[in-house]
Structure formats: structure tokens, C-alpha cells
């Protein structure tokens, strides 16, 4: 049973980084594409980005976080990671990882069988 739990969300103001990261148990961390969503008050969950299995070759992002987010994996630590840079209070959510055992990252929720609870970021203006 896999599980996942995210980590370090916060409350920052506009401008600032933080780094989430994402730990996974339970099975073979590098047979998994990864992925984080976030869900926006009042909004649906959407896609943020997404890392290809084994070695994370592959990455794709959203538009809105493409130049200022960057996901990465460790195989080492089974964990992966959200770099985000120049936050935007736009960017505030309750923010997921996801893992799928596929090679390649979708931007598809449904296509993930494994969620985190979700942590928290908030960005002030």
C-alpha cells in the first residue's frame, strides 16, 4: 500500500520560495511517474507539474508555473520535490503530491492512484 505524505508548505508573501517535498512508502518509488495538484480556494484541483518514473528524465508543468516552479526526485530518499520560486498569491492552495505506476506523468488527476493528505501554502501580497 502505497503512501504519501507532503511537507513543507507555509505561509509566505509574494516573491518568496519554498520547497515542498513529497516522501512515498510502501512500493517501488521508481517504477512511479509523480505528480503535484493544488487546489485553490473556491476552485477545482489542477495540475501543477508532473515527473516521469525511474530517473525523472521527463518533466512537464502547468503554464501558470512554468519559469518559477521546478520538480524534482530523489530515488535515494524516495521523495520528490516542488522548488517554487517568485510566489504569487495566485499560487495559494492546499497543495497535493500524486503517484501513478506508469512512466509517464499525466496532467489528468484521475490517472493517479495515490494521494498525499495535502499541505498548505499561502502567499500574501
Known amino acids: 500500500q502505497v503512501h504519501l505524505v507532503e511537507s513543507g508548505g507555509g505561509l509566505v508573501q509574494a516573491g518568496d520560495s519554498l520547497r515542498l517535498s513529497c516522501t512515498f512508502t510502501g512500493e517501488d518509488f521508481s517504477k512511479n511517474a509523480m505528480g503535484w495538484f493544488r487546489r485553490p480556494p473556491g476552485k477545482m484541483r489542477e495540475f501543477v507539474a508532473g515527473i516521469s518514473s525511474r530517473g525523472g528524465q521527463s518533466t512537464r508543468y502547468a503554464g501558470s508555473v512554468k519559469g518559477r516552479f521546478t520538480i524534482s526526485r530523489d530515488s535515494s530518499q524516495n521523495t520528490m520535490y516542488l522548488q517554487m520560486n517568485s510566489l504569487k498569491p495566485e499560487d495559494t492552495g492546499v497543495y497535493y503530491c500524486?503517484?501513478?505506476?506508469?512512466?509517464?506523468?499525466?496532467?489528468?488527476?484521475?490517472?493517479?492512484?495515490?494521494w498525499g493528505q495535502g499541505t498548505q501554502v499561502t502567499v500574501s501580497s
Open positions: 500524486a503517484a501513478q505506476p506508469t512512466p509517464w506523468a499525466t496532467r489528468v488527476y484521475d490517472n493517479y492512484d495515490y
